[in-house]
């Protein structure tokens, strides 16, 4: 199936992204306008403009609005405070559901703060993080897993993003991986992307990058890909190997898929969300594991050359596949 094919089945599709949303804030600074508090005798940095964009799950779910994907909603949680509502605001202008997104006052929204120098463009001071390092409160919990099991026949891809690194998680709790897992043995689509803990999600069509997946075979005491995707259960395990190959491992064994090296990207950030959000996809409309690779890795290909967490469009997806096919 051609990219072109792909992405006009794709209007049909409904996907639901389950995880960590977080608010991105990009704030240029402008260097002439420092000036020292008279009170501590510590120079200001002076934001003169503020651009914020969904994160994370939200960064999956801008993705997959961007290709073209008819119904795209998202389930988490976000605080009951300004950058909630940023966030709910940037999910929203994208079109973007946010119904079964909870507000929670003991849960702060996630937010990073990116410092860009507007003399240079380049991001050259420290990120501001606005974090949460506690554990879900167990009504939050209970409500995300319910919510899940009541909402999930509505759709018909789950992705899951579960981007937390503290030891507990975030929002994808045990409780929620068991719905996760009820669900996929039932025979939904359910693709999961996890830097902390991949092998605890059973049934699941898996994926990480090359260091996770290091770290991965450890902590479940592998040796080898195939290995982790049988203690997973998992029909499929793919791992994205930076701009070289994409290693798939399945139920034949494992496969390389050589891709097609970008050189000089601009920002590799969130390159893995926009993988997550052409693979998943693909394997939806019924593609083999190799040809959802090249397309997630198509996507991929486009957004990493933009600035920020980006997005593709079908025209410039298009355009690339030209481009690769010379």
């Keep these: 199936m051609t990219a072109a094919e792909l992405l006009t089945k794709m209007a049909g599709l409904r996907v639901l992204i389950v995880g960590d949303l977080c608010l991105d804030q990009w704030c240029r600074y402008d260097p002439a306008l420092a000036e020292r508090s008279a009170e501590t005798g510590i120079p200001r940095l002076a934001v003169t403009q503020t651009e914020c964009t969904p994160g994370a799950a939200g960064t999956v779910a801008a993705n997959l609005r961007s290709l073209g994907v008819g119904q795209v909603s998202v389930l988490g949680v976000v605080g009951d405070d ?56 167990a009504a939050v919990d209970a409500t995300i897993a319910s919510r899940l099991c009541d909402y999930a026949q509505h759709f018909d891809v789950i992705c899951v993003s579960d981007q937390a690194e503290t030891e507990s998680g975030g929002v994808v709790t045990q409780s929620v991986r068991h719905v996760l897992e009820d669900l996929a043995r039932g025979g939904m689509l359910i693709w999961v992307d996890s830097r902390k803990r991949i092998e605890l999600f059973e049934c699941c069509v898996l994926k990480i990058n090359e260091e996770e997946a290091r770290d991965a075979l450890v902590r479940a005491r592998c040796a080898t890909l195939t290995q982790l995707r049988q203690h997973a259960n998992a029909p499929l395990l ?46 939806a409309l019924g593609v083999n594991p190799e040809t959802a690779a090249h397309f997630g890795h198509l996507v991929a290909s486009v957004t990493i050359m933009k600035k920020g967490t980006g997005s593709a469009s079908p025209a410039e997806l298009l355009e690339a596949e030209r481009i690769a096919s010379l």
């Excluded at 791992?239 to 090296?261: D, L, M, Q, S, Y």
């Design 82 to 137: 300004g950058h909630g509502h940023q966030l709910l605001r940037a999910l929203n202008l994208l079109d973007i559901g946010t119904d079964l997104v909870l507000r929670e006052r003991e849960v702060p929204t996630f937010t990073y703060t990116k410092l860009i120098n507007a003399a240079t463009g380049a991001e050259d001071q420290p990120r501001v993080d606005f974090i949460f390092t506690g554990q879900m409160p």
């Design 238 to 283: 793919f791992v994205t190997c930076g701009g070289e190959e994409v290693r798939i491992a399945g139920h034949n064994g494992e496969i390389r898929v050589p891709t097609r090296r970008i050189p000089n990207p601009v920002d590799i950030c969130g390159a893995g969300d926009s993988f997550t959000a052409g693979a998943s996809c693909s394997l």
